[in-house]
């Protein structure tokens, strides 16, 4: 026989119940609590979920785990391998309040108070030891390991692969802010009130649909001057037609139900029928286009980059990396300038993507019958 999934009602409409869950007990249940239950069976869903929490995770706290500044150049390291140990004396910057200066060495020795360094060019450097970045031979003497090498500039690749993250994650998650607050408001506008409203909604939405969201964000890019800002506006106001459609059709069904003519009974204001009661319900859908618009965020900041239209350089962000890097492929050499960045854009993606699938089918099971 096939299983029957109830609707039981609740005090803001109906919530979809499928009979093993409704068997497990007398207690009432809210609709939170059956999505995450179906959720958590979602082994894709829950390993996209867990990969996101890290890729978070890596971005905030890139300051204190990166073994790097990710701006530090060390030119005499330029494109090395992965696993690529070093050998290097920091010593004073010559300007105030900088950052000690790196200086690639193949052995060195004291001698007084001075130390005798031997080059990697094969110089022989005499510096006082006061010269020193640090008052121990641990502070000023280290031996760095490259674990996914340096790009052409010498900077680690792995410190500037996290310190991405972060810029990618920011740059997708205050855009997609944005998209929501302007689909959100648009939609239920158009859902609740209908008529000329939705007309005159569904016009606009209509020809911001009809040119190329990839076009528009670069037209957006460059009347505004490139940066990180100018990045998050263009993807924000160009990712909002799909959730607009969505909580408009949501509205559509939402508004006929007893609740919401309960409301209009009592006399309440039309502004806290749709925000208050109405929209509630709706957040189910509003998440699941959340996450698919996170993914699609990051891969516009990472194309803008690409193209030089993104967060500007010397800032680290995925797309540049695989600018700098892509030449190399054409060479044959150093491939992991290139394929380390584009594997965090697509772990990322893939992770965003996997969650939101899950989300979808934890907030209506009846798509898996």
Not at 20 to 31: D, I, K, N
Not at 92 to 107: L, M, V, Y
Not at 266 to 279: A, E, Q, V, Y
Not at 287 to 295: D, L
Request: negative net charge.
């Amino acid at each position: 026989m096939a299983e029957v999934t109830p609707l039981l009602p609740t005090t803001q409409g109906t919530l979809a119940v499928t009979a093993p869950e409704l068997a497990t007990g007398g207690e009432s249940r809210s609709l939170w609590y059956y999505s995450w239950r179906r959720l958590k069976r979602n082994k894709l869903a829950m390993a996209g979920l867990y990969m996101t929490i890290f890729i978070v995770l890596v971005a905030i706290a890139a300051d204190f785990i990166a073994p790097f500044d990710p701006n530090l150049q060390v030119l005499e390291y330029s494109t090395m391998p992965s696993g690529f140990e070093g050998n290097i004396i920091l010593v004073k910057n010559d300007i105030e309040g900088r950052d000690p200066r790196p200086i690639p060495i193949q052995s060195y020795r004291m001698e007084g108070d001075q130390i005798i360094l031997e080059t990697d060019e094969g110089n022989t450097l005499r510096l006082p030891l006061t010269k020193l970045a640090g008052d121990s031979e641990d502070e000023w003497h280290k031996q760095p390991t490259y674990l996914l090498g340096t790009d052409r500039y010498g900077r680690d690749v792995l410190t500037r692969v996290m310190y991405g993250a972060r810029v990618s994650l920011s740059v997708a998650f205050f855009s997609e802010l944005i998209a929501i607050f302007i689909g959100i408001l648009l939609g239920a506008l158009a859902g609740f009130f209908r008529g000329w409203v939705d007309d005159l909604i569904m016009w606009f939405t209509n020809v911001i649909w009809s040119i190329p969201s990839i076009l528009l964000v670069i037209a957006i890019t460059i009347a505004w001057e490139p940066g990180f800002l100018p990045t998050i506006v263009a993807i924000g106001v160009t990712g909002w037609v799909d959730m607009a459609r969505i909580v408009r059709g949501q509205f559509f069904s939402l508004r006929e139900m007893e609740y919401v003519e309960a409301t209009r009974a009592l006399g309440l204001k039309n502004t806290r029928t749709i925000f208050r009661h109405i929209l509630p319900n709706a957040l189910g859908p509003i998440i699941v286009i959340a996450t698919a618009g996170f993914a699609t965020a990051i891969i516009y900041e990472a194309s803008l980059s690409f193209l030089g239209l993104g967060v500007q350089p010397p800032t680290a962000t995925w797309g540049q990396m695989i600018y700098d890097g892509y030449g190399f492929i054409a060479a044959g050499t150093n491939w992991g300038l290139t394929i380390y960045p584009a594997a965090a854009i697509i772990l990322a993606v893939f992770s965003f993507n996997f969650f939101g699938d899950g989300l979808r089918d934890a907030f209506d099971p009846k798509l898996k019958r």
